[in-house]
Each structure stands twice: as C-alpha cells, then as structure tokens.
C-alpha cells in the first residue's frame, strides 16, 4: 500500500500493513463475543485456552490432562485467523 500526498508532489511513501492473527469463539462455534488478537499464534493461543478453559469448560469435554490441553491447544491454534491491523 502506499500514500501520496495531497498535493502530488511528495514521493510515495511505502506503509506496510500490520497483519494480526485472530481467535473468536464465533469461529469455534460458540456463541460467545470473546475474540483476542495478537502478533503470534502462539500468543493468541494461549490467551485463548486461558479464555475455553475459565468459561467454557462445560461446552468441552473435560480439559485437565495435558494431553486434552494440548489437543485443545491445536484446535485453538487452527481456528487462528490472520486479519488486518
């Protein structure tokens, strides 16, 4: 993307877009408003596992072993999107 000025005669300068990578219930299918945006999968992930296991441990099957985590994890991980900044 880039940005001329008004008056045309300033180069063009280059502004690179800051992508984000995005977790929401909705895409889980739940019907819960959560979303959480952060600049890893990594990040987002575990904000969003922290989120499932405090308020919907009850939609899922139980997530207390670290295998179950770790699976939930994954899942989390999948449902990741990359969106504009």
Do not use: W
Not at 19 to 43: A, H, Q
Not at 56 to 83: G, Y
Request: charged share 25%; with cysteine.
């Amino acid at each position: 993307m880039y940005f001329q000025g008004a008056s045309g005669n300033c180069p063009e300068i280059q502004i690179e877009e800051i992508m984000l990578i995005r977790y929401s219930c909705k895409g889980m299918g739940l019907t819960c408003p959560f979303i959480v945006d952060g600049e890893s999968v990594e990040e987002v992930t575990k904000k969003a596992l922290a989120h499932v296991i405090e308020t919907h441990a009850n939609d899922f099957n139980i997530i207390k072993s670290p295998e179950e985590i770790l699976r939930m994890e994954k899942a989390l991980a999948r449902s990741t999107r990359v969106v504009p900044g």
